[in-house]
């Protein structure tokens, strides 16, 4: 059964970070490419940043990139979210995301982050 868990969210202010986690049981890691989404109340779910576990090699969305970083452990199953310099409209629910070979997708629950300003 693949299992995605985030966490790390939570209230933080202005010009603050964060750092998001997301441990992924049930799945061949190492052959994943994994990713962070967000979605904002009214608006579509967006892609935050990917990375090729077996590369390391990674891609950000336009309105993080030089702010946010993402990483993997791949000895722990788990990628990071490192945000730095949060601004409010970063506000949203993060969704980890693993696409793995033929196709197959699949969603964490998703973990608040609220950026106040």
């Known amino acids: 059964q693949v299992q995605l868990v985030e966490s790390g969210g939570g209230l933080v202010q202005a010009g603050g970070s964060l750092r998001l986690s997301c441990a992924a049981s049930?799945?061949?890691?190492?052959?994943?490419?994994m990713g962070w989404y967000r979605q904002a109340p009214g608006k579509q779910r967006e892609l935050v940043a990917t990375?090729?576990?077996?590369?390391?090699?990674?891609k950000y969305g336009d309105s993080v990139k030089g702010r946010f970083t993402i990483s993997s452990d791949n000895a722990k199953n788990t990628v990071y979210l490192q945000m730095n310099s949060l601004k409010p409209e970063d506000t949203a629910v993060y969704y980890c995301?693993?696409?793995?070979?033929?196709?197959?997708?699949?969603w964490g629950k998703g973990t608040l982050v609220t950026v106040s300003s």
């Open positions: 995301n693993a696409h793995l070979p033929f196709g197959r997708v699949y």
């Open positions: 049930g799945i061949i890691f190492s052959i994943a490419i």
């Open positions: 990375i090729t576990t077996g590369t390391s090699s990674t």
